[in-house]
């Protein structure tokens, strides 16, 4: 199986980037999933129902997210509704929503998502260790293949969570910090790796952000409200292809697709 995983979607040029580039890309490359994290999706914080449903028309399977999925008060009886949004699985009993779910191909195959988020300076949530390897078990009653968005800060946390989930899910990708790093590969039990998947959305930007607003941030330590640029858009992500039989990762792939104007 080939599964798509696009990285953090952030605002205008990122929705663009889907509407642009999601539908060329899943022909070229033959894929059967698409994971896509779109937290930053609603003006670089936060998703809107119709911006989630917009998504899942274009052909996103389901959408994870993170620490800014609760920047939009609409979003939260959405949650409830839409089974194909998820927040991280971590958060205490009682949140809106679920983070962990089966989802059905038209084929009949199935593949598991888990969302997560990091903790180091991050939200002092449940431990993303435990939640994951729980939500794990019950997800590989149903399928071997098991995706897990591990939503966090530290490099060593993704790493870690890797390692301690190595042979039991098919790949733990790393998102929040938009921007794609080398390290992909297939650790010794199957599951791929990657630190962070990159970012949907401009490049020409910190992070995301008008260069110039960001900059006086770090120059004044006044906190200006963030501006999401405009400049040199990309869709970036990672194909993975999954064996089916045994839920096992062979290769993992980097890719980026600028969106032409």
Known sequence: MRILFIGDIVGKPGRQAIEGLLERTVSEHQIDFTVANGENAAGGMGITPSIASDFL????????????????????????????????????????GRGAGVF?????RKVGVVNLEGRVFMRNLECP????????EMLRAETPIILVDFHAEASSEKMALAWFLNGKA??????HTHVQTADERILSGGTAYITDVGMTGPLA?????????????????IPWKFEVATEEIELQGVILDVEEETGKSRSIQRIRAPLSR
């Open 57 to 96: 028309d274009l052909g996103v399977d389901v959408l994870t997210s993170g620490n800014h999925i609760w920047a939009k008060k609409e979003i939260i009886p959405f949650l409830d509704d839409e089974e194909r949004l998820l927040r991280p699985a971590n958060y205490p009993g009682g949140a809106p």
């Open 104 to 108: 059905r191909l038209g084929s009949g």
């Open 129 to 136: 260790f435990r939640v994951g390897e729980r939500e794990i």
């Open 170 to 175: 098919s790949a733990v990708l790393g998102t």
């Open 205 to 221: 930007s910190v992070i995301g952000i008008r260069k110039q607003v960001a900059i006086e941030r770090f120059l004044t330590q």
